[in-house]
T-cell receptor, first 112, second 116 residues
Framework: DAKTTQPPSMDCAEGRAANLPCNHS???????VYWYRQIHSQGPQYIIH???NNETNEMASLIITEDRKSSTLILPHATLRDTAVYYC?????????????FGKGTKLSVKP | NAGVMQNPRHLVRRRGQEARLRCSPV?????VYWYRQLPEEGLKFMVY????????ESGMPKERFSAEFPKEGPSILRIQQVVRGDSAAYFC??????????????FGQGTRLTVV
């Protein structure tokens, strides 16, 4: 089962920032938070990942709370092409190291 | 989707036939993961392989499904005696190392299997 909780859907106006929350209250100290998105039946696309510090790349920013129990993915200027299902994933450790366990994600709709 | 190649992109099989799905990972990647996505549902983990080894097959159905990742060549997901319920999109992902938590996995565009 997924170790994360996300709202099922969100709307965002084109050009505005999209802030997608994720709860991962049972995250372990050495587990990373990953974000992927899936645009209408395409393969999932890697966005960003982090451990405890905030991260930024050309696609998005990732803000992780100090207690690491939640995080927020920020798309600074959402476009219509950002409409997708966004998955927040805590990477599984132990004998299944490397697995990405997908939950239901957040369906983001960017509207003109 | 940095270089993970899956083929075929679309596959139609009659009930009872075999389906073979191929995945060529990103060059230099030695870890492959297979996922299945039923219509209108999320991705479900099936199997995680290293070269010549199955690391975790906890998501694989016990019968009819098998996977391999030989020393040379692509990873193969094989479904024997397909049934209509096997119709789904099958995605493959690869990473340079599964043991390191901070390496991202890259996905292919998937194979859409339709069983008629």
């Amino acid at each position: 089962d997924a170790k994360t909780t996300q709202p099922p859907s969100m709307d965002c106006a084109e050009g505005r920032a999209a802030n997608l929350p994720c709860n991962h209250s049972t995250i372990s100290g050495n587990e990373y938070v990953y974000w992927y998105r899936q645009i209408h039946s395409q393969g999932p696309q890697y966005i960003i990942h982090g451990l405890k510090n905030n991260e930024t790349n050309e696609m998005a920013s990732l803000i992780i709370t100090e207690d690491r129990k939640s995080s927020t993915l920020i798309l600074p200027h959402a476009t219509l092409r950002d409409t997708a299902v966004y998955y927040c994933i805590v990477r599984v450790g132990g004998g299944s190291q490397g697995n990405l366990i997908f939950g239901k994600g957040t369906k983001l709709s960017v509207k003109p | 989707n940095a270089g993970v190649m899956q083929n075929p992109r679309h596959l139609v099989r009659r009930r009872g036939q075999e389906a073979r799905l191929r995945c060529s990972p990103v060059k230099g990647h030695s870890h492959v993961y297979w996922y299945r996505q039923l219509p209108e549902e999320g991705l479900k983990f099936m199997v995680y392989l290293q070269k010549e080894n199955i690391i975790d097959e906890s998501g694989m159905p016990k019968e009819r499904f098998s996977a391999e990742f030989p020393k040379e060549g692509p990873s193969i997901l094989r479904i024997q005696q397909v049934v209509r319920g096997d119709s789904a999109a099958y995605f493959c992902a690869s990473s340079p190392s599964g043991a390191q938590m901070n390496t991202e996995a890259f996905f292919g565009q998937g194979t859409r299997l339709t069983v008629v």
